[in-house]
Every structure is written in C-alpha cells, then in structure tokens.
C-alpha cells in the first residue's frame, strides 16, 4: 500500500438475476423476456466480504449497463455494499419504454430488500440514471402514470413501487426528453431527406452565416429549431400509431431513423 492512501475494502462480485412476469395484456418484442411473458434482468452485486451493512446503493440507468463503470467500484472500494442494475432494454435505446424501466427499478429494489436482506435501498443516478432515480422516487411516492406516451396500457400504480431510502446524483441530466431535443440538429427541414437544410442553423456547414461566437439571440432561435423539430416528429409518430391502430392489420409499430 503506498503512504497515504486508504486501503481498499475487500469485496466480491456477485451475479444477480431478477425474473418476473410483466403486467398482463403486455408484450415485448426488443428486451429480456419469454416468450411466455417473464422478463429477465440481470446486474452484480458488490458485496463486501467482512463488512457486512443493511444499507445498499443501486446503480441504474434506463439502457446503459453500470458494472464496468469506475463510481460503483469506488463505492465498492471504500466499503459500501452496491448493486448494479440493468432495465430490460441494455445496449438498446432504440425499444426504450421508460415506464416499463420504472417498474424495473422497482423489481430491484424489492429484489435488495427481500432477497438479499437489506433494509435500506438509496439509488445512485448517474447521467440518465438520475431522471430515472427521480422518475422512480416520484411513482413511488405518489403514482399517476397509467399509459405510455404511444398510449398503451401501462399501469404504475398497480406496480406498488417500493419508496426508496435516499438518492444521489452523480453528473446527471434534468430529463432524457431534455437533453435528445438539445441533440437534435436544428437545420434538418424533413426527416426523410436530412440533406435538405436550412443552411442559417447548419453551423458544422462552412457557408452558414453564423458564426461563433454565437449570439443570444441566435442560440435562442437554435433552441427552438430544435423544440419545434422534436414536436414534428412527435407529431408524426403519433400520427402514425393511430394510422397503424386504425388499420388493424397485424402491424403496431414502424420503425424510422
């Protein structure tokens, strides 16, 4: 051990495996689950091996995996007993139903507090795993959400979301919501020719006239561009759910990039 620094804790890691089955009348199509309805998460447990504790601090973001990362090993390091959790869709933004992760979150949590034995849970957002944390602890505490924003049936409340003991934040973001829409490329004017720009707000296109340091008033306007695109694809993805509904034909969803 070099002079001056702390000695790391010893400790192992542990796989966990958390099945159930989903809420009836549900089908999943892109993540862990049967074919018979049961879905599958998996995560680590990082469980001290001479430090025995009734507290323990999970790691969950919507679609990343979190074992790998360096926080929950320091945590580990320093003593702590962690459980790094995944959601159904790991590795897969693309099928993310965020409600459908809620009632993960709760699954490992009621999986830490009755099977493991521990009687306190505190979440660890880190990135987009702190709206999660926050969206979780909300629906805990005070539930509302009974359908997805495509309008299927998913119901919260019924989920009896266990509240959780704490929550820390660790870089995270306000929202998913928030931070796509402050991705999103402004200049884009039709989502199925994206060579097709207006060039005012294409600022990686050596001719766009403005230039950085960009005004407020610029960066205003850019803010909206970029509002005003997320709600015309929104728009058209709902639109297209109820032409899908309306036909009822076998087909319930469409991709698009």
């Not at 934040?169 to 097709?196: C, K, M, N, Q």
């Not at 509904?245 to 969803?253: F, I, L, P, S, V």
Request: charged residues 25%.
């Amino acid at each position: 051990m070099e002079r001056g620094l702390p000695t790391k804790a010893l400790w192992d890691r542990l796989p966990e495996i958390v099945r159930f089955r989903d809420q009836p009348g549900m089908t999943e199509t892109y993540s862990f689950a049967g074919a018979e309805g049961t879905t599958e998460l998996e995560g680590q447990l990082f469980r001290q091996r001479a430090r025995p504790s009734k507290a323990v601090y999970l790691f969950m973001h919507p679609t990343a995996t979190v074992q790998l990362l360096p926080m929950p090993e320091a945590l580990a390091d320093a003593g702590l007993h962690v459980l790094c959790a995944s959601s159904r869709y790991p590795r897969n933004d693309s099928a993310l139903i965020m409600e459908k992760v809620a009632y993960d979150m709760g699954q490992w949590v009621r999986h830490a507090r009755e099977s493991l034995g521990y009687e306190k849970v505190i979440l660890v957002g880190w990135s987009g795993g702190g709206s999660l944390s926050l969206f979780y602890a909300a629906q805990s505490e005070h539930p509302t959400i009974t359908h997805t924003p495509a309008g299927d049936l998913y119901d919260l409340p019924a989920a009896r979301l266990q509240r959780v003991d704490g929550i820390v934040f660790i870089a995270a973001h306000l929202s998913r919501a928030e931070v796509l829409t402050e991705w999103l490329d402004p200049s884009v004017i039709d989502e199925f020719d994206p060579d097709t720009r207006d060039l005012e707000f294409d600022i990686y296109s050596p001719d766009c006239p403005n230039k950085p340091p960009f005004t407020a008033d610029f960066i205003a306007a850019f803010r909206e561009r970029q509002r005003a695109r997320n709600r015309r694809i929104t728009a058209w993805a709902e639109e297209m759910l109820a032409t899908l509904r309306r036909r009822n034909d076998g087909e319930t969803e469409r991709a698009f990039v």
